[in-house]
Nanobody, 125 residues
């Protein structure tokens, strides 16, 4: 059974860092793309980053470019989101999601077929 499980969220001060993990099971990262989305209360879900299966190409939203880095470890069946220089506006529930490709519209949530349960990230002093 294919499954995604996020972890690593928590409370951090502005300017701090967190690393989120997305553990995958029931499939191989060799054949699927994984994206990170986030959703704050009362706001729409937005795409944060995506890593492709083929060649590991990466994509980022403008709001996180230069601060966040997505990586994957195929051998350990995990995708990570390293978040540096965190800001209060980064506060949200972060989700990982699976699709066959990042594609031209990787940042649109309706493109994805499988989602994790989410992990809370709170950036506050």
């Amino acid at each position: 059974q294919a499954q995604l499980v996020e972890s690593g969220g928590g409370l951090v001060q502005p300017g701090g860092s967190l690393r989120l993990s997305c553990a995958v099971s029931g499939f191989t990262l060799d054949h699927y793309a994984i994206a990170w989305f986030r959703q704050a209360p009362g706001k729409e879900r937005e795409g944060v980053s995506c890593v492709s299966s083929n060649k590991g190409f990466t994509y980022y939203a403008d709001s996180v470019k230069g601060r966040f880095t997505i990586t994957k470890d195929n051998a350990n069946s995990a995708v990570y989101l390293q978040m540096n220089n965190l800001k209060p506006e980064d506060t949200a529930v972060y989700y990982c999601a699976r699709d066959f490709t990042c594609g031209a519209s990787w940042y649109e949530d309706h493109e994805y077929e499988l989602w994790g349960q989410g992990t809370q990230v709170t950036v506050s002093s």
